[in-house]
């Protein structure tokens, strides 16, 4: 079903696709929209290591959910902040992408785990964590990305 990577030596190790997930905050989730046109936006996320699920939040209802409303199948990429050798123009980075099925969480007790997790990749301050928990919790929605495929490689722009 999923296509084998065409650059084989520029593949990652699983173990690499999970630390890029867990260390780096920020990623593109894809959902297929009720036009039928990809729908692609920037997200934070929470990679569980327990699960090997990955989370977001966001609002209850607008263009993520009238797409989840019609499709659960997604898309999520990952990268790197990537770098430049001495002498070189070109970036080299590393990216993972996920394919799998979305899923609305509604326990409040696990939206209230993945929320406080999501604000620990920014800050450890607990007041300001509390906070976003009391004032803004009622009114997020989160979302767990089962992953059925994960890949990831190495790029040089060039």
């Known amino acids: ?3 084998t990577m065409r650059r084989f030596k520029q593949q ?3 173990e690499k696709c999970i630390e890029i997930l867990t260390n780096e905050p920020h ?3 894809s959902l297929i929209s009720d036009s039928e046109y990809p729908y692609g936006f920037p997200i934070t996320h929470w990679y569980d290591a327990n699960t090997g699920h990955i989370y977001f939040h966001g609002a209850k209802e607008g263009h993520k959910m009238d797409c989840l409303k ?3 199948k997604a ?3 990952v990268m790197d902040k990537g770098f430049k050798k001495d002498g070189e123009w070109a970036v080299h980075y590393q990216s993972v992408i996920i394919f799998g099925k979305i899923k609305l969480v509604d326990n409040p007790d696990q939206v209230k785990e993945i929320c406080t997790q999501l604000c620990l990749k920014f800050t450890d301050d607990q007041n300001y964590i509390d906070h976003e928990l009391k004032y803004s919790g009622p009114s997020v929605q989160c979302f767990e990305l ?3 495929h ?3 490689k190495t790029i040089k722009e060039s």
């Open 150 to 152: 994960i890949t990831g």
């Open 75 to 77: 898309s999520f990429c």
């Open 27 to 29: 990623g593109v989730l």
């Open 12 to 14: 990652l190790s699983k």
């Open 70 to 72: 019609q499709c659960d």
């Open 1 to 3: 079903m999923f296509k």
């Open 146 to 148: 089962i992953p059925e």
